[in-house]
T-cell receptor, first 114, second 112 residues
Framework: KNQVEQSPQSLIILEGKNCTLQCNYTVSPFSNLRWYKQDTGRGPVSLTIMTFSENTKSNGRYTATLDADTKQSSLHITASQLSDSASYIC?????????????FGKGTTLSVSS | TAGITQAPTSQILAAGRSMTLRCTQDMRHNAMYWYRQDLGLGLRLIHY???????GKGEVPDGYSVSRANTDDFPLTLASAVPSQTSVYFCASSAGNTGELFFGEGSRLTVL
């Protein structure tokens, strides 16, 4: 069964600190993996996409990694800011002749405090 | 650019009543989706439409119906609301093969 597991479920860090969010997946056939950021009361917004051949991709203070062998991805946030407080959702895409399925993780809620 | 527009933003509904959540996009995306988001369960797919004129069932379709008369609009209807349908509903669209979803701001529905 296709599954996406995220950890931790929630995280509290001090402003300025770094943190890493984890996403483990068992999805086949793997097409790509996206990280979304969802601010409170808003819809999710895509942060980055990782394809099979990509190991690392950065978007400002956000750096995503992908290990296709171990089926793990991480999202590293550097020098956190209060505006980073949000839920982060990992979504894995599985594409086949039957179509494309998106498998969602349940998200990690990050709280950045001053 | 407006992107995805959902209405209403919030609604309180008596059980047994019907309700239609509206969703309009201005990006000319072929695919559109309805998700519900519940604490501890994440986003779950209710119904989807790969192109105008076609719809399909997602993970949790019971109690909901959709239509896709044109590219831009994808309304979600609850024929007879029940308290378990209390949730935040998100409409989304996507284009191409990358699968990036563009979400609306959500509609918070409370069924009493």
């Amino acid at each position: 069964k296709n599954q996406v597991e995220q950890s931790p479920q929630s995280l509290i860090i001090l402003e300025g600190k770094n943190c890493t969010l984890q996403c483990n997946y068992t999805v086949s056939p793997f097409s790509n993996l996206r990280w979304y950021k969802q601010d409170t009361g808003r819809g999710p917004v895509s942060l980055t996409i990782m394809t099979f051949s990509e190991n690392t991709k950065s978007n400002g203070r956000y750096t995503a990694t992908l290990d296709a062998d171990t089926k793990q991805s991480s999202l590293h946030i550097t020098a956190s800011q209060l505006s980073d407080s949000a839920s982060y959702i990992c979504v894995v895409s599985a594409s086949s002749q039957a179509g494309t399925a998106l498998i969602f993780g349940k998200g990690t809620t990050l709280s950045v405090s001053s | 650019t407006a992107g995805i527009t959902q209405a209403p933003t919030s609604q309180i509904l008596a059980a047994g009543r019907s309700m239609t959540l509206r969703c309009t996009q201005d990006m000319r995306h072929n695919a559109m989706y309805w998700y519900r988001q519940d604490l501890g369960l994440g986003l779950r797919l209710i119904h989807y439409s790969n192109t105008a004129g076609t719809t399909g069932k997602g993970e949790v379709p019971d109690g909901y119906s959709v239509s896709r008369a044109n590219t831009d609009d994808f309304p979600l209807t609850l024929a007879s609301a029940v308290p378990s349908q209390t949730s935040v509903y998100f409409c989304a669209s996507s284009a191409g093969n990358t699968g990036e979803l563009f979400f609306g701001e959500g509609s918070r529905l409370t069924v009493l």
